[in-house]
């Protein structure tokens, strides 16, 4: 009997999966989506809008189809598909391609010295390019803070929804979200909850950054900024602190001492919550948690991601009590312990 021979395709899907990535990224880079969103067009007019040499732009459009990323009709018209309209045009609030935008203009570019970093552990971004280090090289441009912390907004929407919908806030008057960016989180919860005060608590530069989107939101009376740093300065006290995707950014000994300076700032039964796209405990199913710690060997001088046992057993150590995990999001989990 003939043996049967394995399939090649998962193979060679997943090697060559970097060309589909990049397309999508460049159609984010050149506003792809933006443009349809103004007025669906046929290859020709949108080569002319979007300034394209004519050689490859029916390739580039019909890619984009078969990636089901647009959708094309019988007369040759590109229009954006429902999930490209709301979250790929920038004019909308919805807009979540900054991230993607950071992936071209960074990652896409420094994951290419990953095969190194496996073998020197060193991170392969700005810092082997000696530029300044993550932070600092986002934050030393204007503009490139503000879309990364816009970004970071329109990315940990799902989560922060998660966030407000499974912890119960009714409980508490009081919260600090640590590390908080625009202040995405932050906002969430005031809105969802008119009873509670909150601070959101980041480097000095994201003050103003947060300060609007709080005005724009018109909660201004109820969210306050404190700049400062968590390795230097105390964390501020509160009920409650949230700590979203800031643990895998650090070593096992600066996650440490933020889960000690964080019991410090809580005053006795206030709780912790740290979310992160936590690895599974068997280590085998999130392939994103698994993929973001390798990002973060890429970006980080010692940050990893961990699983959600891994997050209660240092919070044990740490001396919190009653910690547990729930699930938020396909990708993201909570850890909660109480002082
Ligand atoms: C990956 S972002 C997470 C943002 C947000 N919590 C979320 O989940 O969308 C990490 C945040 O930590 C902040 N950060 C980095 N180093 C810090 C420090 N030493 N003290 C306070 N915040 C810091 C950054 O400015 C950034 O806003």
Redesign the pocket.
Known sequence: MAQSIPSHEHILQLGFGFWGSKALLSAVELGVFTELAKKPANAAELQSRLKLHPRSVRDFLDTLVALGMLERDAQGTYRNTAETDFYLDRTKPSYIGGILEMANQRLYRFWGGLTQGLQNGKPQNEITHNEPDL?TALYSDPDRLETF?KA??G??RP?ARAIVAKFPWREVKTFC?????QG??TVEIARANPHITGIG???KP?QPIFEHFVRENGLADRLSFKP?????DPIPSAEVLVM???LH?WDMDEKRLLLKKSLEALPKGGRLIV?DAMIDNERRENTFGLLMSLNMLIETNGGFDYTGADCVGWMREAGFRDAYVERLTGTHSMAVATK
């Open positions: 932070f912390l970071m907004t990315v940990s989560t979200d640590v590390g908080c960016a995405g989180l608590f980041d480097l994201v400062g740093s968590f390795f230097e979203g995707h800031i950014d979310y």
